[in-house]
T-cell receptor, first 114, second 111 residues
Framework: NAGVTQTPKFRVLKTGQSMTLLCAQD?????MYWYRQDPGMGLRLIHY???????AKGEVPDGYNVSRLKKQNFLLGLESAAPSQTSVYFC?????????????FGEGSRLTVL | DQQVKQNSPSLSVQEGRISILNCDYT??????FLWYKKYPAEGPTFLIS?????DKNEDGRFTVFLNKSAKHLSLHIVPSQPGDSAVYFC??????????FGTGTSLTVIP
């Protein structure tokens, strides 16, 4: 049982380049989330999805886009990367609304934008 | 503005003693709280939760206390073990919506 899998684990980009982070979960969870972790800032929610075909903005959505075409996958896109987007990105999933259980996290993807 | 705050970036405790990690929040609508543990190069893993209808929840060596009037929760680890050395995040949600995370406390348990 893989749980939540993120690819790639590491990536270095130049300013202005684009990329997509892929998150896959095999737990049949409805809800999926993308967080970023920065020093002194904790985990901040970028975007989330409450089901296939849905997306919603979190705390820090600017500069990112997401898609949930399949229930098990949640993609995070950077159309024009900026150094401020250097961070560790975590994907998470949950069975339902967050007050009914826990979030399951992936191992993280470290992105550096030069 | 940070709605969930962990004011101690780090904590060192001797093995066998009690570790107390603190968390404060500002939003009175928060009704569900979790603690997560994170090792380097890994994702956070769930530790323990508490609903606002309770003031205490225990799971083995871990106990979470909630003081709603003070908007404060704490995680007690007794006895502390070297394997508990990690970064601990508290998180809060209101009405089942998104979680807000604190900045984390790095716990070091000294053998």
């Amino acid at each position: 049982n893989a749980g939540v899998t993120q690819t790639p684990k590491f990536r270095v980009l130049k300013t202005g380049q684009s990329m997509t982070l892929l998150c896959a979960q095999d737990m049949n969870h409805e809800y999926m989330y993308w967080y970023r972790q920065d020093p002194g800032m904790g985990l901040r929610l970028i975007h989330y999805s409450v089901g296939e075909g849905t997306t919603a903005k979190g705390e820090v959505p600017d500069g990112y886009n997401v898609s949930r075409l399949k229930k098990q996958n949640f993609l995070l896109g950077l159309e024009s990367a900026a150094p401020s987007q250097t961070s560790v990105y975590f994907c998470a999933s949950s069975y339902g609304r967050v007050n009914t259980g826990e979030l399951f996290f992936g191992e993280g993807s470290r992105l550096t934008v030069l | 503005d940070q709605q969930v705050k962990q004011n101690s970036p780090s904590l060192s405790v001797q093995e066998g003693r009690i570790s107390i990690l603190n968390c404060d929040y500002t939003n009175s609508m928060f009704d569900y709280f979790l603690w997560y543990k994170k090792y380097p190069a890994e994702g956070p893993t769930f530790l323990i939760s508490i609903s606002s209808i309770k003031d205490k929840n225990e799971d083995g060596r871990f106990t979470v206390f909630l003081n709603k009037s003070a908007k404060h929760l704490s995680l007690h680890i007794v006895p502390s073990q070297p394997g508990d050395s990690a970064v601990y995040f508290c998180a809060a949600s209101a009405l089942g919506n998104q979680f807000y995370f604190g900045t984390g406390t790095s716990l070091t348990v000294i053998p």
